[in-house]
């Protein structure tokens, strides 16, 4: 039994059992991956993967069973690799930061200048996806740490921090008849309500981002089903629809800048919409290097005065 081999078999389970696929990410032949694993089955005396002729279509029980000891037995192996780096290069390396398009753009900027004024030989590589895709980079060993609203917190697997709490807001064009409503309902002692909002078109995130789950739940507790009429991954795209008049927006609220969007409003909604929390995530088990744990430390400093 080799790494090698151990390598082979996380990688064919990740690779949904495509031989060519694992072959090209560890830079081998097909040829190569399929010996390594009848050599492996071969010394232990059973058959790790059901077949169809030459073709994996899944694990059987002892190989679902080893595969959950290869990934262990993987991630010590990193830590320990961790671990040596940790005191023979402690201020260089990789730092990856797995997280949403809203994140990286509107709140993590001033963390990582903090970061990189701090640790100015640590190359820091931000990679962006869906809350899915960070939960599967983390726990694949791709990232070190995961930020995001939706997923980390129930993803097996990861131990999560609270990062920072966050509502959404309306915003629309500067003059729109809803700007002028919520101004005179302001005068009376009066806010705007979800019946108002729900009379427009509306634009704002693709499902499975930056809350867009929590606001449906909110419109549909109320009895409400408003016409979303475009949605986007960010809230640079969605303001841009909302000036051209195609709908109002509902965004972040940290996603507006009053003096960077000239021709917007923001619409307090704060007594509308629940609060959101993002979350900083880990992989259960793996040592972070301490320049990983420093970047977490800034980012909890910086979210404790904006947690709810």
């Given amino acids: 039994m080799n790494f090698q081999q151990l390598r082979i078999i996380r990688e064919t389970v990740r690779c949904n059992f495509n031989l060519t696929e ?44 080893l595969a959950k000891i290869v990934d262990r037995m993987l991630l010590d192996a990193q830590n320990i690799k961790n671990l040596a780096e940790q005191y023979s290069q402690q201020d260089q390396g990789q730092l990856t930061v797995a997280t949403t398009h809203t994140q990286a753009r509107y709140v993590l900027p001033a963390i990582v200048a903090k970061f990189r ?136 609220s940290m996603a507006f800048n009053a003096e960077r969007d000239t021709t917007l409003r923001l619409l307090d909604c704060t007594h509308l919409f629940p609060a959101n929390l993002t979350r900083i995530a880990v992989r259960e088990g793996q040592l972070q290097r301490h320049f990983a744990d420093h970047f977490i430390k800034l980012c909890i400093e910086d979210g404790a005065g904006n947690r709810l």
């Fill in 22 to 65: 694992v072959a090209t990410r560890l830079y081998t032949s097909q040829s190569g991956v399929s010996k390594h694993i009848k050599d492996l089955e071969d010394e232990l005396g059973i058959e790790l993967f059901e077949r169809k002729g030459k073709r994996l279509l899944g694990m059987t029980a002892p190989g679902r069973e």
């Fill in 117 to 252: 004024q701090q640790y100015p030989k640590v190359k820091l590589h931000l990679h962006q996806g869906s809350p899915q895709e960070i939960a599967q980079l983390l726990l694949q060993g791709e990232a070190d740490i995961g930020i995001a609203t939706e997923t980390l917190g129930s993803a097996e697997g990861l131990i999560t921090f609270p990062f920072h709490s966050w509502h959404h807001a309306v915003i629309v064009p500067a003059g729109h008849a809803l700007e002028k409503q919520a101004a005179k309902l302001h005068k009376s002692g009066k806010q705007l309500t979800l019946n108002a909002i729900a009379a427009y078109p509306i634009i704002t995130y693709h499902d499975g981002f930056t809350g867009r789950a929590a606001l449906e739940k909110t419109f549909q507790a109320a009895g409400l089903a408003p016409e979303i009429v475009l949605s986007a991954l960010d809230a640079d795209v969605i303001k841009s629809y909302v000036e051209l008049g195609l709908g109002i927006g509902i965004v972040a």
